[in-house]
Every structure is written in C-alpha cells, then in structure tokens.
Nanobody, 116 residues
Framework: QVQLVESGGGLVQPGGSLRLSCAAS????????MGWHRQAPGKQRELVAH???????NYADSVKGRFTISRDNAKNTVTLQMNSLKPEDTAVYYC??????????WGQGTQVTVSS
C-alpha cells in the first residue's frame, strides 16, 4: 500500500503560478512512476505530467512549456510547478504513483482555480 498526501492547491489569477506537492509513504520503495492528472467539471480525468524513476518526463500538450514536474526519489515526493496559469487549467489535480508491480494509487485531489 502507498499513501499519498497532496498540498498546494488554491485560487490564483490568470498568469499566476502555483506549486503542487505530493508525498508518498508506505511501500514507497516500490514506486516506478509518479505524476499528476486533473479533472475539470464535466470532463474526464486527463494526464498532466508523469515522471519515471530515472527522470524521463511526459507532459500533456496543453501544459508543455508552462508546467514542470520534478521528483525527489530520496523523499518520495513529486512536485508540479505551474506557471502562466490559464482559466482552463481550473480542475481538481490528483497525484498518482505507479508501482513496480503496475499498481496505481491516487491521492485525494487538490483544487486549483484560475480566475480573476
């Protein structure tokens, strides 16, 4: 079992920045990949960014150049730095981990609202 605790959501104006963090505990030594997905009202959950244990990253086209994902393997944390935020980035953001046994765990979600 892996437990995830997210932090850092909130309200920000368009063009602003937010930083999301997620800490994994439990069987964290078995983590292969970490990442973030988001779900806006009335829409399906979608990939935002993933990072594999040795560093390769994958981003949704809509966030490339604006968001940066990073990972601290020693602390089992993953961070999403979000810059140049747009109203369409408004969503609940979910942290996830994928273990070496291909099991996915999800965080409880944190709300990000981009509005003036």
């Amino acid at each position: 079992q892996v437990q995830l605790v997210e932090s850092g959501g909130g309200l920000v104006q368009p063009g602003g920045s937010l930083r999301l963090s997620c800490a994994a505990s439990g069987s964290a030594s078995s983590i292969y990949a970490m990442g973030w997905h988001r779900q806006a009202p009335g829409k399906q959950r979608e990939l935002v960014a993933h990072i594999i244990s040795l560093g390769p990253t994958n981003y949704a086209d809509s966030v490339k150049g604006r968001f940066t994902i990073s990972r601290d393997n020693a602390k089992n944390t993953v961070t999403l730095q979000m810059n140049s935020l747009k109203p369409e980035d408004t969503a609940v953001y979910y942290c996830l981990v994928v273990t070496t046994k291909a099991i996915t765990y999800w965080g409880q979600g944190t709300q990000v609202t981009v509005s003036s």
